[in-house]
């Protein structure tokens, strides 16, 4: 199973979370592929997160943009507002599989939060959320979902209070409860396995855009938009159209206040190589070559890495 893309991902952590990691990678190798288990995933996709969503042609935003045909592949309808759903009850069934019996993540704008909370509350799992104390204000209503369906949040009060301080803490917590707690990380971060896991899950996205763009106009499209956060959204839009050289890819990244300012989050533009929650990417790094402070007004794309 690969572990690098290029020279970036990889699993940069200490001894006793590479054996966890080790059970992870055994186990997802194992089930991704079980004919009950994508039978059971596939179940909940369509039966209980409501899948296929539509790909809708935004005919006014076509004309405004001048012609070129937009669609918008609409994960907004999925259940709980998002796409996050696709990968929970990948990973969750997945836990369920390896005898776990809690569950903790991390959530920036608090989809992916809302999500995990959600199937917990489904498969009776205890979960605990972590979630930066801006974050929180900022997404109170979400807080109050994750709440309303039982799960704890636990905010994160170190450096900026966003996403890579909720990542650090809910990356300690999952160490010292290892034993009986699933990590559902829910970008295409971290330490080897968890990008492919992440991938695997949510490319179900492109799988099903493909198919209804070639069924709507007989052709592969142009180009694939997505915006890039932690990238979860991005790499499902973008997984099936890999290998098809005639298709653009396009992240679409935070610029905030500008690119001329410290006040942005375009790591993949002016980022340099580093390592950050276990594997090599791209951060913004300051003048001693750590990780800088980003900034996005969107929860979520103000993550330092990509």
Same mark, same amino acid.
Request: glycine content about 10%; hydrophobic content about 40%.
């Given at each position: 199973?690969?572990?690098?893309?290029?020279?970036?991902?990889?699993?940069?952590?200490?001894?006793?979370?590479?054996?966890?990691?080790?059970?992870?990678?055994?186990?997802?190798?194992?089930?991704?592929?079980?004919?009950? @288990?994508?039978?059971?995933?596939?179940?909940?996709?369509?039966?209980?997160?409501?899948?296929?969503?539509?790909?809708?042609?935004?005919?006014?935003?076509?004309?405004?943009?001048?012609?070129?045909?937009?669609?918008?592949?609409?994960?907004?309808?999925?259940?709980?507002?998002?796409?996050?759903?696709?990968?929970?009850?990948?990973?969750?069934?997945?836990?369920?599989?390896?005898? !776990?019996?809690?569950? #903790?993540?991390?959530?920036?704008?608090?989809?992916?939060?809302?999500?995990?909370?959600?199937?917990?509350?489904?498969?009776?799992?205890?979960?605990?959320? @972590?979630? *930066?104390?801006?974050?929180?204000?900022?997404?109170?209503?979400?807080? @109050?979902?994750?709440?309303?369906?039982?799960?704890?949040?636990?905010?994160?009060?170190?450096? +900026?209070? +966003?996403?890579?301080?909720?990542?650090?803490?809910?990356?300690?917590?999952?160490?010292?409860?290892?034993?009986?707690? @699933?990590?559902?990380?829910?970008?295409? #971060?971290?330490?080897?396995?968890?990008?492919?896991?992440?991938?695997?899950?949510?490319?179900?996205?492109?799988?099903?855009?493909?198919?209804?763009?070639? !069924?709507?106009?007989?052709?592969?499209?142009?180009?694939?938009?997505?915006?890039?956060? *932690?990238?979860?959204?991005?790499?499902?839009?973008?997984?099936?159209?890999?290998?098809?050289?005639?298709?653009?890819?396009?992240?679409?990244?935070?610029?905030?206040? *500008?690119?001329?300012? !410290?006040?942005?989050?375009?790591?993949?533009?002016?980022?340099?190589?580093?390592?950050?929650? *276990?594997?090599?990417?791209?951060?913004?790094?300051?003048?001693?070559?750590?990780?800088?402070?980003?900034?996005?007004?969107?929860?979520?794309?103000?993550?330092?890495?990509?």
């Amino acid at each position: 199973m690969k572990q690098t893309f290029g020279s970036f991902g990889g699993a940069y952590v200490p001894e006793n979370l590479a054996l966890v990691l080790k059970e992870l990678e055994d186990a997802f190798v194992t089930y991704k592929d079980d004919e009950d @288990f994508r039978k059971e995933y596939m179940y909940y996709l369509t039966e209980y997160a409501g899948r296929e969503t539509p790909l809708y042609l935004a005919e006014r935003f076509t004309e405004y943009c001048g012609g070129a045909k937009i669609y918008l592949k609409r994960e907004d309808l999925n259940h709980t507002g998002a796409h996050k759903l696709n990968n929970v009850l990948g990973q969750m069934l997945l836990a369920k599989r390896m005898g !776990k019996k809690k569950v #903790v993540a991390e959530t920036g704008a608090g989809q992916h939060g809302v999500a995990t909370a959600t199937i917990a509350a489904l498969l009776n799992m205890e979960c605990i959320v @972590f979630m *930066g104390k801006e974050d929180m204000h900022r997404q109170a209503l979400n807080v @109050f979902r994750m709440e309303m369906l039982g799960s704890k949040v636990v905010a994160a009060l170190s450096g +900026t209070q +966003t996403l890579k301080e909720a990542v650090d803490e809910a990356l300690v917590y999952w160490i010292e409860h290892a034993e009986d707690t @699933f990590y559902v990380l829910g970008s295409a #971060v971290g330490p080897h396995p968890y990008p492919t896991i992440v991938k695997e899950f949510q490319r179900i996205i492109s799988q099903e855009s493909k198919a209804q763009i070639l !069924k709507k106009e007989g052709r592969l499209p142009n180009a694939i938009i997505a915006c890039v956060g *932690g990238g979860s959204n991005a790499i499902g839009s973008f997984a099936e159209y890999i290998d098809d050289k005639d298709v653009r890819l396009i992240g679409a990244e935070a610029a905030g206040k *500008g690119l001329d300012t !410290k006040m942005h989050a375009a790591t993949i533009t002016l980022g340099e190589t580093t390592v950050i929650h *276990g594997m090599k990417t791209l951060c913004v790094l300051d003048e001693n070559k750590e990780v800088a402070p980003v900034y996005s007004i969107s929860p979520g794309l103000d993550y330092p890495g990509v």
